[in-house]
């Protein structure tokens, strides 16, 4: 009895400290990669700190310098013409607002019309939608910018915006979210007491989703504000021009006249919305990205 007790005490110990190992080795990777993502952060900010001919030759130091006011006055001044913050900003926030609330509208709409509904070919359009996420944007963008200097739509927002409504990874996100947190019964009582699909949908379907909702958005806000190809190719207008395709402009500067100082302040300026609405909405992504679990 006594040896039986001393074996299980032995493997309990075993256990125990093989799972302190994996714990100290799993904490210590995502210490490793959280410092790692904030040390690119922290490099950008010093760089926004230092003077233009200090980051052309090519110096490198992790020291705060004393050159942020002037690369943000001579951003507003030197480069105004090649980028107007608010301008920059308005385009990219109406574009990336627009952009991510209408994606995940329809997303949704459409991974609960495939979830709750059973029809022949169901599953058929269920893979040709995930199949969509395989093909490149690019694939169709010479096309697409065809069909728009055709109809006179360049330097359009729309353009920009209405395309993103079909988003195959989000509409596998809604659907599987679906799968793990809505009954079907609940939708047919809602049938039952005489409630019409989109009335369904709006009141019962779209509460439930709201983690799902939360977390997409962010993903979609930041990809559609990030965005430099096709608003590169569409928007030629200085008027509509996003902050991405701004910044690229004062890249494409020769290198005589470019100024490191201001590159690295816009680009500081312009990943900094992104940077407040990620903290401040983080917590969803973890309801988002826990509901399923816990729920299904």
Do not use: H
């Not at 900010?45 to 003077?51: I, M, P, W, Y």
């Not at 096709?230 to 020769?254: F, H, W």
């Amino acid at each position: 009895m006594n040896r039986v007790i001393t074996d299980y005490k032995k493997e309990n110990r075993r256990a125990i400290i093989k799972a302190i190992i994996l714990r100290v080795l799993c904490y210590s990777f995502l210490c490793f990669v959280s410092v790692m993502c904030i040390f690119f952060f922290y490099l950008l900010l010093v760089n926004t700190t230092r003077a233009n001919n200090d980051l052309q030759g090519g110096r490198f130091t992790l020291m705060l310098s004393r050159f942020f006011n002037q690369n943000f006055k001579n951003l507003f001044s030197k480069f105004k013409t090649d980028f107007d913050a608010l301008k920059g900003f308005r385009a990219s926030f109406v574009i990336a607002f627009s952009s991510a609330v209408l994606t995940c509208y329809f997303s949704a709409l459409t991974a609960y019309g495939i979830y709750a509904y059973d029809f022949k070919g169901k599953r058929l359009m269920e893979a040709f939608i995930l199949a969509i996420m395989m093909i490149p944007p690019q694939l169709s963008s010479v096309g697409f910018f065809q069909m728009a200097s055709k109809y006179g739509l360049k330097n359009n927002w729309w353009m920009l915006i209405l395309p993103s409504i079909a988003a195959p990874s989000i509409f596998f996100y809604m659907i599987q979210y679906l799968r793990a947190t809505l009954p079907k019964d609940l939708i047919e009582s809602s049938r039952i007491d005489g409630s019409n699909e989109f009335m369904t949908f709006n009141r019962v379907v779209l509460p439930i989703m709201k983690p799902a909702l939360a977390v997409q958005m962010i993903f979609a806000f930041v990809g559609s504000w990030n965005n430099l190809y096709m608003p590169s190719l569409l928007l030629s207008d200085s008027e509509k021009k996003t902050l991405p395709v701004m910044i690229n402009a004062l890249q494409r500067t020769s290198w005589g006249n470019i100024d490191l100082g201001c590159v690295y302040m816009a680009i500081f300026l312009s990943i900094l919305p992104v940077v407040i609405v990620y903290l401040f909405l983080s917590r969803f992504i973890i309801k988002g990205v826990t509901a399923g679990s816990v729920k299904g």
